[in-house]
């Protein structure tokens, strides 16, 4: 069965301080697509990031990064620097049969409070 | 683009009443998908469209959902007797066919059944 987990329920940092969220993934297929979204209290799932699972490189963007282990089943996302507006709830996603219909399996999501 | 966008944002309806939620998606985009989201839960797959075929439904969506995409343009998804247990964010999700797989999500319909 494929399953994302996000073990943080919610973390709070100050201002300017880095934070890590973590997101572990179970799944059989050998061809995967990982993502992570960004729900803002609007409501509106944002999309920050897509790997696939042959290409394991760290990627960086501004103050966003994420680190992807295989190994691990891992795809842990950090902010360095956070700020009031990355308050929200983020989450994790699992494609499914090698991203072939787009159709993503959720965790249950971090909710960051980042407090000024 | 205009962006995925969702009708009506909140909806409170009683038990026993049929709803109906619209989206309208990303005008170029094949691909249409409908997730409830709980409160502290992430989205949850209901079904999803390839032009006006339903590919595939979940096992949560119930008889008593129906979702439809005439012309391969908007959908609508109707709960008919509605349940208290039918409280939930509808989200819809638009997509192509090809490419990064991005799913363009509308702001949902916020559905709440007394």
């Known amino acids: 069965a494929q399953k994302v987990t996000q073990a943080q329920t919610e973390i709070s940092v100050v201002e300017k301080e880095d934070v890590t969220l973590d997101c572990v993934y179970e799944t059989r297929d050998t061809t995967y697509y990982l993502f992570w979204y960004k729900q803002p209290p609007s409501g509106e799932l944002v999309f920050l990031i897509r790997?696939?699972?042959?290409?394991?490189q760290n990627e960086i963007s501004g103050r966003y990064s994420w680190n992807f282990q295989k190994s691990t089943s891992s795809f842990n996302f950090t902010i360095t620097a956070s700020q009031v507006v990355d308050s929200a709830v983020y989450f994790c996603a699992l494609s499914e049969r090698g991203g072939a219909t787009n159709k993503l399996i959720f965790g249950t999501g971090t909710l960051l409070a980042v407090q000024p | 683009d205009t962006g995925v966008s969702q009708d009506p944002r909140h909806k409170i309806t009683k038990r026993g009443q049929n709803v109906t939620f619209r989206c309208d998606p990303i005008s170029e985009h094949n691909r249409l998908y409908w997730y409830r989201q709980t409160l502290g839960q992430g989205p949850e797959f209901l079904t999803y469209?390839?032009?006006?075929?339903?590919?595939?439904k979940s096992r949560l969506l119930s008889d008593r959902f129906s979702a439809e995409r005439p012309k391969g343009s908007f959908s609508t998804l109707e709960i008919q007797r509605t349940e208290q247990g039918d409280s939930a964010m509808y989200l819809c999700?638009?997509?192509?066919?090809?490419?990064?797989?991005?799913?363009?999500f509308g702001e949902g319909s916020r559905l709440t059944v007394l």
């Open positions: 469209f390839q032009n006006e075929a339903q590919l595939e």
């Open positions: 999700a638009s997509s192509r066919l090809t490419g990064t797989g991005e799913l363009f």
């Open positions: 790997r696939n699972s042959f290409d394991e």
